[in-house]
């Protein structure tokens, strides 16, 4: 790893600073360290709301199953999330992959995304409850997720799913784990993704880049963090040449051939230019990919600070690429 002196920092844009706040309060009260995994683990659970609470009085069902896991694993628990009322016998389906640096947090981190969309565009949601490092190293959770895909695609018919609609979505390594399902998906002739939603992934585990070393101790998911994610995840194995890419997606040297992919990130966060060099090469790949890069946001802007104009837009332009990838129109006017 590199000792330059940090370079200084994205300013964020003053609208979002409370949220930023809120979010290092709530979120990241105890800084991540491999001393600390488990103490933030205990944290977690007590700011992320059980299934039931999340939908309440919502007009959507929700079940939990047991789907068979990789090969020689364990099954993999999935909740499924759908309306109550469909208006499509065959409706789009998204494989949800909750966040937290591939070390934390539940499936139940991730609904809330799944339950908007299913109210907003009828979608069937399959929420991953994946395996976490350090006690699982990987490739352990992203060939979780990828079994929970071959699973939901086997059975799109009888959860009502049109498999030629079925994408990936998550957010920071719930992104980077869905570019990875991606990646396998390609590799081994699985299933045919409609697209990957890849909300500030977690794509690198280098942790080399300008902007990673902008917010070393800084912002929300800084450099210390993700350095302690990423050691546990890849233990000696991390920044050697045999690093698989369906674990670090930025690993791989080949980017062609994947399902069109939505990539979005703060300007002021650690992944903002590993993301943008993803996006790059998909490009140069021949690939599909629409790239967002926010003016002055940290990471993770949109859900914690809803009301900033940034915000806003951010939020319009994901729903439009949903829209077109998914061939389908909202419910209800956007907000």
């Not at 964020?12 to 683990?41: H, K, M, Q, S, W």
Request: aromatic share 8%; net charge negative.
């Amino acid at each position: 790893m590199t000792t330059d002196a940090a370079p200084t920092p994205v300013p964020y844009d003053p609208a979002l600073e409370p949220g930023l706040a809120a979010f290092l309060e709530l979120v990241e009260r105890i800084p991540l360290r491999a001393d600390t995994i488990l103490a933030n683990r205990a944290h977690f659970a007590t700011i992320i709301p059980p299934i039931e609470a999340q939908i309440g009085e919502l007009p959507l069902d929700f079940e939990h199953r047991r789907v068979p896991g990789p090969a020689g694993a364990p099954e993999v628990e999935v909740t499924v999330i759908r309306p109550r009322e469909r208006a499509e016998a065959a409706a789009p389906g998204v494989l949800g992959i909750h966040g937290g640096g591939l070390v934390l947090g539940t499936r139940f981190f991730g609904t809330p995304e799944l339950i908007e969309l299913a109210l907003r565009y009828g979608t069937v949601g399959v929420a991953v409850e994946y395996r976490l490092a350090p006690e699982h190293p990987g490739p352990a959770a992203v060939e979780d997720c990828y079994a929970a895909l071959e699973w939901f695609a086997a059975h799109a018919g009888q959860l009502g799913v049109d498999p030629e609609r079925i994408i990936v979505s998550g957010a920071s390594a719930g992104g980077g784990l869905s570019a990875g399902v991606s990646l396998l998906a390609r590799e081994r002739g699985g299933p045919r993704l409609a697209g990957q939603l890849l909300n500030c992934p977690m794509l690198d585990d280098r942790n080399e880049t300008v902007s990673s070393r902008q917010y070393d101790g800084i912002g929300a998911w800084d450099r210390n963090n993700n350095d302690t994610a990423w050691t546990a995840v890849l233990g000696e194995r991390r920044f050697g040449d045999d690093v698989a890419p369906a674990v670090a997606p930025a690993r791989a040297a080949e980017l062609g051939g994947l399902p069109p992919a939505y990539l979005e990130v703060g300007a002021a966060e650690v992944f903002r230019d590993e993301t943008v060099d993803y996006a790059t090469r998909i490009w140069a790949a021949g690939g599909q990919a629409e790239l967002h890069v926010w003016a002055g946001a940290y990471h993770g802007f949109s859900g914690f600070s809803p009301d900033a104009i940034v915000s806003r837009a951010a939020n319009e332009v994901r729903d439009s690429w949903l829209r077109r990838i998914l061939g389908v129109e909202p419910s209800e006017p956007s907000p």
